[in-house]
C-alpha cells in the first residue's frame, strides 16, 4: 500500500516549474456581493454567489496585486489589516521557544540511547529532526504559546516552559504531515531548502523518518506531562487530530485522482477542514486550553467553529499562493496544477467556465507539461480569478472578524482576532 501510495514520489529539486510571481488582471470587474452568512460550521466561500457584470476590456490596462495594496478590489476597507511578515510572538518569545528546542532532541537520544543501538540511528534521528522541524516560521508552535498566555495568570517560568514543550511537539507534528505531503505531491522544496526525500542518501527512508518524529512526541508528552491533570486530554487530542488529518490527506489523494470538472466545492471544503485546519489552528489552541482547565464542551465547540473558519481561509491563501505566489516569498514550488489538485482555483475556475473553457480545463489540468500548466494559468487569469479572490479575502476576513465578535461565551475574542490578523494579506 505504501508503495502505491508514493509511487509518485520524487521530482528532481533542479526542475524548474512555470510559476508566476506576480499577478496581472486586464479585465476591470463590477462586483455585487451576494454573500451566504456564516453558518455555525463553516463559511460559505463559493463564489458563485457572487454575482457578476463583466465590463468591456480595458485595454493595455493592468492591475498589480500588493500585499498592502489591493487595487483591484471594487472596495478598500482601511480598517483592516495589511499583512504581517514577523512571527505572531515577540523576538524575545521567539528566542525563548527556540532555546528550548535543543532539550526535546537531548530527550529523544536518550530514548533512543536506551534502545542500545548503534548511534548511527541516534546520529540519523538527530538529523531528521534538525532538517525538518525547527526551520519553518513555527506560527503553530508559537500559537500554543500565545494561547496559553492568554488564558493563564500563571506566567512562571515553568508553565511557559511547558508551553513551550507542547509548541514544539505541534511543530513536530507539522513536521511529520509535511514530509508525508512533500513525497505524495513529489515537490522538490520545502521551505526554501530541498524537501527531505529528494535530500541524498534519504530517499523514501524518509517515510520511516515522518513516523519516527511522530512516535517522538508521545514519549515527549509523557517525560514532561505524564503528571499533569491534563496529559490524558492531550494525548487523546494529539491523536485524534493525526487520525483527521491522515482522513483528510486520503480525501485530497483520491480527489488528485479524479477528473477536474468532478470537483465541487463540497469535496474542497471536506478536504480542508479535515486535511489543514484542524492540526493548523484547532490543535494549538486546544491544547492551551487544556493547560488552563477550560471544560465547557460548548466552549470547545465554539472555538472549534471559528478556528476551522479560519482554517479554511488559510488553506484558500495556500491554493492562491501555490500558482501566484514569489517562490522566493513562499520557499517552496506550486504544483497543485501539475498534481491535478482539488484546489479553491480549480474548483472556482470549473464553476464559472464555459464549457469551451471547460474542455481546455479538462484537457491541461492535472500535466506537468509546462505550455498546459501555463494555458491553465492564463485560463485562471481570463476567469478573474485574481480579482475573484482578492474580494474573497477582504470580505471573508470581516466575516470571521463578525462571527468572533459575536460569540457570546467562551475564550478571549482577542486570541482568534491575533490569528486573524497574522494570516490577513500573507505571502507565504
Known amino acids: 500500500m505504501l508503495s502505491s501510495m508514493f509511487r509518485s514520489a520524487f521530482v528532481q529539486h533542479g526542475k524548474k516549474l512555470a510559476v508566476h510571481p506576480n499577478v496581472y488582471a486586464t479585465a476591470a470587474v463590477q462586483q455585487k456581493r451576494g454573500i451566504s452568512k456564516s453558518t455555525e460550521n463553516e463559511m460559505n466561500v463559493d463564489y458563485m454567489t457572487f454575482r457578476e457584470q463583466v465590463s468591456p476590456m480595458v485595454k493595455?490596462?493592468?492591475?498589480?496585486?500588493?500585499?498592502?495594496?489591493?487595487?483591484?478590489?471594487?472596495?478598500?476597507?482601511?480598517?483592516?489589516?495589511?499583512?504581517?511578515?514577523?512571527?505572531?510572538?515577540?523576538?524575545?518569545?521567539?528566542?525563548?521557544?527556540?532555546?528550548?528546542?535543543?532539550?526535546?532532541?537531548?530527550?529523544?537520544?536518550?530514548?533512543?540511547?536506551?534502545?542500545?543501538?548503534?548511534?548511527?540511528?541516534?546520529?540519523?534521528?538527530t538529523q531528521a529532526l534538525q532538517y525538518n522541524v525547527p526551520r519553518g516560521k513555527k506560527n503553530r508552535g508559537l500559537a500554543t504559546l500565545v494561547a496559553y498566555k492568554m488564558l493563564s495568570t500563571d506566567h512562571s517560568d515553568e508553565q511557559i516552559r511547558l508551553a513551550h514543550i507542547l509548541g514544539w511537539c505541534v511543530e513536530m507534528l507539522q513536521a511529520v504531515f509535511l514530509i508525508q505531503d512533500d513525497i505524495m505531491d513529489g515537490s522538490p522544496m520545502r521551505r526554501g531548502q530541498p524537501s527531505w526525500h529528494t535530500v541524498?542518501?534519504?530517499?523514501?527512508?524518509?517515510?520511516?523518518?515522518?513516523?519516527?518524529?511522530?512516535?517522538?512526541?508521545?514519549?515527549?508528552?509523557?517525560?514532561?506531562?505524564?503528571?499533569?491533570?491534563?496529559?490524558?486530554?492531550?494525548?487523546?487530542?494529539?491523536?485524534?487530530?493525526?487520525?483527521?488529518?491522515?482522513?483528510?490527506?486520503?480525501?485530497?489523494?483520491?480527489?488528485?485522482?479524479?477528473?477536474?470538472?468532478?470537483?465541487?466545492?463540497?469535496?474542497?471544503?471536506?478536504?480542508?477542514?479535515?486535511?489543514?485546519?484542524?492540526?493548523?489552528?484547532?490543535?494549538?489552541?486546544?491544547?492551551?486550553?487544556?493547560?488552563?482547565?477550560?471544560?465547557?464542551?460548548?466552549?470547545?465547540?465554539?472555538?472549534?467553529?471559528?478556528?476551522?473558519?479560519?482554517?479554511?481561509?488559510?488553506?484558500?491563501?495556500?491554493?492562491?499562493?501555490?500558482?501566484?505566489?514569489?517562490?522566493?516569498?513562499?520557499?517552496?514550488?506550486?504544483?497543485?496544477?501539475?498534481d491535478n489538485k482539488c484546489s479553491w482555483l480549480a474548483v472556482v475556475c470549473n464553476q464559472r467556465a464555459s464549457p469551451q473553457q471547460k474542455d481546455i480545463l479538462k484537457e491541461c489540468y492535472g500535466s506537468s507539461d509546462p505550455e498546459k500548466v501555463e494555458t491553465v494559468k492564463k485560463l485562471y487569469n481570463e476567469l478573474g480569478l485574481p480579482t475573484v479572490y482578492t474580494i474573497y479575502e477582504e470580505d471573508s476576513y470581516q466575516i470571521i472578524s463578525t462571527h468572533i465578535q459575536q460569540t457570546s461565551r467562551g475564550l478571549p475574542h482577542d486570541i482568534f482576532l491575533k490569528i486573524m490578523e497574522k494570516i490577513y494579506r500573507r505571502e507565504s
Open 60 to 125: 493595455d490596462k493592468k492591475y498589480h496585486i500588493k500585499k498592502a495594496q489591493r487595487p483591484m478590489t471594487t472596495h478598500i476597507n482601511y480598517n483592516v489589516p495589511i499583512a504581517i511578515n514577523t512571527t505572531v510572538v515577540p523576538k524575545e518569545d521567539l528566542i525563548a521557544f527556540d532555546q528550548v528546542w535543543p532539550d526535546i532532541v537531548r530527550e529523544l537520544d536518550v530514548v533512543i540511547k536506551k534502545l542500545d543501538v548503534d548511534q548511527l540511528a541516534q546520529n540519523w534521528m
Open 200 to 338: 541524498e542518501n534519504v530517499g523514501l527512508s524518509a517515510i520511516n523518518d515522518s513516523i519516527m518524529i511522530e512516535a517522538g512526541i508521545f514519549h515527549i508528552l509523557e517525560k514532561f506531562f505524564a503528571d499533569k491533570p491534563y496529559y490524558q486530554k492531550i494525548v487523546k487530542l494529539f491523536h485524534d487530530v493525526i487520525f483527521i488529518t491522515t482522513v483528510g490527506q486520503s480525501l485530497d489523494i483520491q480527489t488528485s485522482r479524479m477528473n477536474v470538472l468532478d470537483f465541487t466545492m463540497e469535496k474542497y471544503k471536506a478536504i480542508v477542514r479535515n486535511k489543514t485546519s484542524y492540526y493548523t489552528f484547532y490543535l494549538p489552541v486546544a491544547l492551551a486550553m487544556n493547560m488552563t482547565s477550560w471544560n465547557d464542551p460548548e466552549v470547545f465547540r465554539q472555538s472549534r467553529t471559528i478556528l476551522l473558519e479560519i482554517g479554511q481561509f488559510f488553506q484558500i491563501q495556500d491554493d492562491f499562493l501555490d500558482v501566484y505566489g514569489d517562490p522566493k516569498v513562499t520557499g517552496k514550488i506550486g504544483t497543485d496544477i501539475q
